[in-house]
């Protein structure tokens, strides 16, 4: 299982173990929150330290401190979302690493999961929770196709123009434009509008003598926040 190094990056206030200082007086006080997941039998409810998520997530901080009713309750429920990503959340929030393979079953699985943790560090306006993600993106599909399923998947979780989005097109685009390898079949998501418009879009502007580096290894431009060479990682499983 491949482990995400600590980082010295400034924009990651989120690194090392539960032993990081800066964690550790977040984990300092009795106040604690609960967050329901997802929806019937799959659902799983969470208490968790206010602090703590307040501190890492605008959307949590909002929730439980504004004037809402879940700062009365001290409960929110994200009952659209997938109870796997936001155990993977939870993993980030209190050891500040990402190990995919503990809940992806397979090797086919993990790309899920990541997107799904990807969406939900959207939704919960945490950056470096999605650099994790990506990372583990990108480590997978440096030795494995991009499946028709997963680019569905991306276009049904991720908005236009997002770094999800653009990883996947260039991915695409590599595949089939240095390589000379089709890669995936894409004829069952042609039906996708943006995902046409935006293949077309990269085709037209993709140069494939500029350099040829595999978007896998390149990294940067699909991160948000976090150094690529400090911080990439090995395939989880």
């Not at 929806?39 to 004037?67: C, M, Q, V, Y």
């Not at 079953?105 to 939704?123: E, F, H, N, Q, T």
Request: charge should be negative; include cysteine; proline fraction near 4%.
């Amino acid at each position: 299982m491949g482990k995400v190094e600590d980082v010295n990056d400034s924009a990651d206030s989120n690194k090392g173990g539960v032993a990081d200082p800066q964690r550790v007086l977040l984990l300092q006080g009795t106040q604690l929150v609960t967050v329901d997941v997802g929806s019937d039998e799959g659902a799983e409810s969470w208490t968790i330290h206010k602090r703590l998520l307040a501190h890492h997530s605008p959307f949590f901080a909002a929730a439980f401190n504004g004037n809402f009713a879940e700062s009365a309750t001290n409960t929110v429920s994200l009952i659209e979302d997938d109870p796997d990503a936001f155990k993977l959340f939870v993993q980030w929030l209190y050891s500040g690493e990402l190990a995919l393979g503990e809940l992806a079953s397979d090797s086919k699985s993990l790309p899920r999961v990541a997107c799904l943790a990807w969406a939900l560090g959207d939704k919960l306006q945490c950056p470096v929770f999605q650099d994790r993600a990506m990372l583990q993106l990108l480590a997978y599909h440096k030795y494995e196709w991009l499946l028709e399923d997963t680019m569905r998947l991306i276009y049904n979780v991720s908005p236009s123009g997002s770094k999800l989005r653009s990883f996947a097109v260039d991915t695409i685009c590599y595949d089939r434009l240095v390589k000379q390898n089709p890669g995936i079949a894409t004829d069952g998501i042609v039906a996708v509008v943006d995902f046409n418009r935006d293949l077309l879009e990269r085709i037209v502007t993709f140069d494939s003598t500029e350099s040829g580096e595999d978007p896998c290894d390149e990294g940067s431009p699909y991160l948000k926040v976090l150094d690529f060479e400090k911080n990439k990682v090995e395939r989880d499983i």
